[in-house]
Nanobody, 116 residues
């Protein structure tokens, strides 16, 4: 499984951005897709994921502001980020779990900068 992320950029506090993550390869084996982020000098953290039955998870820090969704073919997911805050500034990584062992796959990071 290969993952490619799009959509980072610079936005002002309170603004919105949408990230996309396109999967290719053995997409039929994907069990769940989601996003992690890593802010400067901090550990990478799980932000959100969506699984094959469309159950979702959100970290408390983004709940109510971020929405993850995926297209019908399940090979692209979207992260709509609203009401962005300075603390959302980070490199966002698309990730997926696939196959019977739920192996992890990672895309390249996309940088999100929220300026006050």
């Amino acid at each position: 499984v290969q993952l490619q992320a799009f959509g980072g950029g610079l936005v002002q506090t309170g603004g919105s951005l949408r990230l996309s993550c396109a999967a290719s390869g053995r997409i039929s084996s994907i069990n769940a897709m989601g996003w992690y982020r890593q802010a400067p000098r901090k550990q990478r953290e799980l932000v959100t994921y969506i699984n094959n039955v469309n159950s979702t998870y959100y970290s408390d820090s983004v709940k109510g502001r971020f929405t993850i969704s995926r297209d019908g073919a399940a090979n692209t997911n979207y992260l709509q980020m609203n009401n962005l805050k300075a603390e959302d500034t980070a490199v966002y990584y698309c990730a997926a779990r696939a196959g019977p062992r739920a192996s992890e796959y990672w895309g390249q990071g996309t940088k999100v900068t929220v300026s006050s």
